[in-house]
């Protein structure tokens, strides 16, 4: 158990619906990312905060947004829903910004349909 | 900009048989470079990191040395057991000028091994 937590496990929903993926980061932890593996783009980098903060932004398509409150928990917000957004999406966190190592999540499968 | 190749798989192996996956990397800075290992159904943890030229990194009888002179992460196992099939990926962070470490990964190369 990594001790970040992601909710819900499994996601499905239709196209042109809005969802929106919760993390709760490793106690201690301010850095929160956002990736999305999926079978085609493999797994990418979608968009870092860091105590509260945009820090980094990836290949995050603009339908899609992110947030991290001032309890460091962050939401990943996923709107205009298409089949292709199907995806596992996992959120990691670290300590800092720079130099330590993330620890993951166990991920939200989103199939859309 | 940065990127990780590593081998394609699936790499079967026998029980007890020696694992090299490969695993290079271009970077414009100084990465940091690590070997996650993703198992069924679970999400990703890391095995293990290198964080300078020369460094070995090691954990659960898998070892990688970064070599900065080949730009090369390659992961080794003298032993396989069943329970090492997975999902590994290398990966690299190289925060440079931008003050994130986010994690650059190869398309990951599945182990399978049999009894």
């Known amino acids: 158990d990594s001790g970040v937590t992601q909710t819900p496990k499994h996601l499905i929903t239709a196209t042109g619906q809005r969802v929106t993926l919760r993390c709760s980061p490793r106690s201690g932890d301010l850095s929160v990312y956002w990736y999305q593996q999926s079978l085609d783009q493999g797994l990418q980098f979608l968009i870092q905060y860091y105590n509260g903060e945009e820090r980094a932004k990836g290949n995050i398509l603009e339908r899609f947004s992110a947030q991290q409150f001032p309890d460091l928990h962050s939401e990943l917000n996923l709107s205009s829903l298409e089949l292709g957004d199907s995806a596992l999406y996992f959120c990691?966190?670290?300590?800092?910004?720079?130099?330590?190592?993330?620890?993951f999540g166990p991920g939200t499968r989103l199939t859309v349909t | 900009g940065d990127s990780v190749t590593q081998m394609e798989g699936p790499v079967t192996l026998s029980e007890e048989a020696f694992l090299t996956i490969n695993c290079t990397y271009t970077?414009?800075?100084?990465?940091?470079l690590f070997w996650y290992v993703q198992y069924p159904g679970e999400g990703l943890q890391l095995l293990l990191k290198a964080t300078k030229a020369d460094d070995k990194g090691s954990n659960k009888g898998f070892e990688a040395t970064y070599r900065k002179e080949t730009t090369s992460f390659h992961l080794e196992k003298g032993s396989v057991q069943v329970s090492d099939s997975a999902v590994y990926f290398c990966?690299?962070?190289?925060?440079?000028?931008?003050?994130?470490?986010?994690?650059?990964f190869g398309t990951g190369t599945l182990l399978a091994v049999q009894p």
């Open positions: 990691a966190s670290s300590v800092d910004s720079e130099f330590y190592e993330q620890y």
């Open positions: 990966a690299l962070s190289d925060p440079g000028g931008g003050a994130t470490n986010k994690l650059i």
């Open positions: 970077a414009t800075g100084y990465p940091s």
